[in-house]
């Protein structure tokens, strides 16, 4: 289990345009050959955007990108005709296949904390796909086949225990709250990445809230 804390990401956005990025992988002007990927996840970026911020309008293609909003209200919009405001508790999937835009806003009055991950498909190309699972129950895992992956949401009170799936690649961030697994305590904004997980739990030193990444296997890299 190799254990990433949450003062360790690389810190980015542009703080002028209300926009505060921390990034877990190597990414943008932040390269780091040791860490570029962990299975199929290339990137688990933690993003504040204040009232009227946002990204505007680019290009992704070959990734499967999901988003899991912590607070506020996330707008989409995409060069597919999809137009979707994201809450705390829905899943959105963007599969960008051979080539999709969109923007990311917060259109809304107070702030917007969300985070981002970006997997690698088995197969590359293809039609752009997209859909928002609302109000995720705690538990339910959520399939993305496209990367060979499933995330789970885990929601604990103080003193609760919930199972870690067994995986050959497994990915857990803390959302918020503070968790000890396997002896170790983390807190809002760390993650471990685990090779061989078996037989692990986690257990709630506080209220928490956890996305854990169950990957079979790498996919391969993108293109």
Do not use: K
């Amino acid at each position: 289990m190799d254990v990433r804390r949450a003062d360790g990401r690389y810190q980015g956005g542009d703080a002028a345009a209300g926009i505060e990025s921390r990034h877990a992988f190597s990414f943008g002007p932040h390269y780091d050959p040791d860490n570029l990927r962990f299975g199929a996840l290339l990137a688990c970026n933690e993003e504040r955007l204040a009232p009227g911020a946002g990204f505007d309008e680019h290009p992704h293609s070959h990734t499967e990108i999901v988003t899991w909003v912590v607070e506020g209200e996330l707008t989409h919009r995409d060069s597919a005709g999809h137009q979707t405001v994201v809450r705390p508790g829905d899943v959105q999937r963007l599969s960008s296949a051979g080539g999709v835009r969109h923007v990311e806003r917060n259109d809304g009055a107070g702030p917007l904390t969300f985070v981002q991950m970006w997997l690698a498909p088995l197969r590359p190309g293809g039609e752009p796909s997209y859909e928002v699972v609302r109000g995720i129950a705690d538990s339910t895992p959520y399939a993305l086949p496209g990367a060979g992956a499933v995330l789970h949401v885990r929601r604990l009170g103080a003193g609760e225990r919930t199972a870690v799936p067994d995986g050959a690649f497994l990915y857990v961030h803390v959302v918020r709250g503070t968790v000890r697994l396997d002896g170790e305590e983390l807190g809002a904004g760390d993650a471990a990445r685990i090779t061989g997980a078996e037989g692990l739990g986690a257990d709630g030193v506080t209220g928490a809230e956890l996305l854990i990444w169950e990957m079979a296997d790498a996919a391969p890299a993108r293109p």
